[in-house]
C-alpha cells in the first residue's frame, strides 16, 4: 500500500523561486493537511482540508498556498520562497474522529 | 491557536531506566494521540486515548489522558535503545472541527 505519497523528497531554490509540493493518498481520506517542521519545533499545521475543494489556514499560512483538486490529491505552492521557508514539509491524511493520521515521508527543502 | 506543550523537550536516559513525558494545553480536546517519528520518516501514531482519565498500555508504553481532557502523559517503563526517537502528542481541535494540532515534541534517546 502506497498510503500518502510526496514529491520531491529534496529541494533546493533559490530565494524568491516558486515551486509546488505534491502529496497524494490513496486511503480515501477526506481530511489532508500540511505541515512543516522545524528544531524544536514538532510541527506546525500550514493548510488544511477537510475535504475536496474546501481548504483552511492553519497556524503558519503566510507565503503558501494550496490546492485540493479532487480527493486524492493536495498540493501546496510557494510562490516567492525564503530563507525562513527552510523546513521539512510533511503531507498527512485522515485523522479525524479519533482516527490515525497518516504521514508522507517528508519534502526537505532549503532556500539559499 | 491551541497550544500543546511538551516537557521534557530533550531527555536521554540509559537503559532499563523509567520515563515520563508530559504534554500539557490550556484547551480541551476531543481525543488526544501519541505519535512517534524516526529520523527521515514521517510520524507514526502510537495510541489514540478519547475518554478523561483513561489509560491505555502497549507493552512497556502507558499513556494517560487527564479527566479535564487539557493533558497527557507516556511513561515508558524499562526503556530499551529502540525507544529512541521523537514523540509527539496531537489533540483533536474542537468538536466537529478535528484539526490536528501536534505538540512541540519531546527527543528521547536511550543509551546503551
Known amino acids: 500500500n502506497a498510503g500518502v505519497t510526496q514529491t520531491p523528497k529534496f529541494q533546493v531554490l533559490k530565494t524568491g523561486q516558486s515551486m509546488t509540493l505534491q502529496c497524494a493518498q490513496d486511503m480515501n481520506h477526506n481530511s489532508m493537511y500540511w505541515y512543516r517542521q522545524d528544531p524544536g519545533m514538532g510541527l506546525r499545521l500550514i493548510y488544511y482540508s477537510a475535504s475536496e475543494g474546501t481548504t483552511d489556514k492553519g497556524e503558519v499560512p503566510n507565503g503558501y498556498n494550496v490546492s485540493r483538486l479532487n480527493k486524492r490529491e493536495f498540493s501546496l505552492r510557494l510562490e516567492s520562497a525564503a530563507p525562513s521557508q527552510t523546513s521539512v514539509y510533511f503531507c498527512?491524511?485522515?485523522?479525524?474522529?479519533?482516527?490515525?493520521?497518516?504521514f508522507g515521508q517528508g519534502t526537505r527543502l532549503t532556500v539559499v | 491557536t491551541q497550544l500543546l506543550e511538551q516537557s521534557p523537550q530533550f531527555l536521554s536516559i540509559q537503559e532499563g531506566e523509567n520515563l515520563t513525558v508530559y504534554c500539557n494545553s490550556s484547551?480541551?480536546?476531543?481525543?488526544l494521540q501519541w505519535y512517534r517519528q524516526e529520523p527521515g520518516e514521517g510520524p507514526v501514531l502510537l495510541v489514540t486515548v478519547v475518554t478523561g482519565g483513561e489509560v491505555k498500555k502497549l507493552k512497556r508504553l502507558t499513556f494517560q489522558f487527564g479527566d479535564a481532557r487539557k493533558d497527557s502523559s507516556l511513561h515508558i517503563t524499562a526503556a530499551q535503545p529502540g525507544d529512541t526517537g521523537l514523540y509527539l502528542c496531537a489533540g483533536g481541535a474542537n468538536f466537529g472541527n478535528e484539526k490536528l494540532t501536534f505538540g512541540t515534541g519531546t527527543r528521547l534517546t536511550i543509551i546503551p
Open positions: 484547551s480541551v480536546f476531543s481525543s
Open positions: 498527512a491524511s485522515g485523522g479525524v474522529m479519533n482516527t490515525e493520521a497518516f
